[in-house]
T-cell receptor, first 115, second 116 residues
Framework: SQQGEEDPQALSIQEGENATMNCSYK?????LQWYRQNSGRGLVHLIL?????REKHSGRLRVTLDTSKKSSSLLITASRAADTASYFC???????????????FGQGTILTVHP | EAGVAQSPRYKIIEKRQSVAFWCNPI?????LYWYQQILGQGPKLLIQ????????DSQLPKDRFSAERLKGVDSTLKIQPAKLEDSAVYLC??????????????FGAGSRLTVL
């Protein structure tokens, strides 16, 4: 079953604009990760945020996590045409501080960045 | 480092035929996953191995799907007999808990199956 639900399902923006994608989940988590998938390719890990963290940054990416609302958001700043891809959140519901569990993926957000 | 290798990249079969997919994970990665991704959906875990033992196969349709990981390295996923609804991309991923104790997955390019 899918743990995460992403919103919006599709997002179309112009180059230079910011893109925000949201993810909601149902159970308690150890960490939440975001992955990117270019058309016809495998997924690539972007960023991980632990349940005791509220915000993480990596380059043009900013991730927030609100465990009380069971939600996360991914912000891509100053988007580029090369950012066009599908973006998935994935939750690890392992108990304790070390992750042994499976990652459960959401349905994804399709981002299109127009030059 | 070399990535996760999968083959074949594409396969077209008739329903009720059988098919096998192969995966070679990143060297040293103890955990190996097979995910099924139907068009327009997120990946769904089929089976997770830790070395050569099964950790989770709760969503594997065991009447038609089987998977093995010999010697804790390469893995094969087999479907026999295939149904139309098995048309999907089969993604193999591997991981190590070197990311500060968390499982971060490295995916292969996937094997696209079309069942006619």
């Amino acid at each position: 079953s899918q743990q995460g639900e992403e919103d919006p399902q599709a997002l179309s923006i112009q180059e230079g604009e910011n893109a925000t994608m949201n993810c909601s989940y149902k159970t308690s988590i150890n960490n939440l990760q975001w992955y990117r998938q270019n058309s016809g390719r495998g997924l690539v890990h972007l960023i991980l945020i632990r349940s005791n963290e509220r915000e993480k940054h990596s380059g043009r990416l900013r991730v927030t996590l609100d465990t009380s609302k069971k939600s996360s958001s991914l912000l891509i700043t100053a988007s580029r045409a090369a950012d066009t891809a599908s973006y998935f959140c994935a939750t690890d519901a392992s108990a304790g501080g070390t992750s042994y569990g499976k990652l459960t993926f959401g349905q994804g957000t399709i981002l299109t960045v127009h030059p | 480092e070399a990535g996760v290798a999968q083959s074949p990249r594409y396969k077209i079969i008739e329903k009720r035929q059988s098919v096998a997919f192969w995966c070679n994970p990143i060297s040293g990665h103890a955990t190996l996953y097979w995910y099924q991704q139907i068009l327009g959906q997120g990946p769904k875990l089929l089976i997770q191995f830790q070395n050569n033992g099964v950790v989770d196969d709760s969503q594997l349709p065991k009447d038609r799907f089987s998977a093995e990981r010999l010697k804790g390295v390469d893995s094969t996923l087999k479907i026999q007999p295939a149904k139309l609804e098995d048309s999907a991309v089969y993604l193999c991923a591997s991981s190590t808990q070197a990311y500060q104790g968390a499982n971060v997955l490295t995916f292969g390019a996937g094997s696209r199956l079309t069942v006619l």
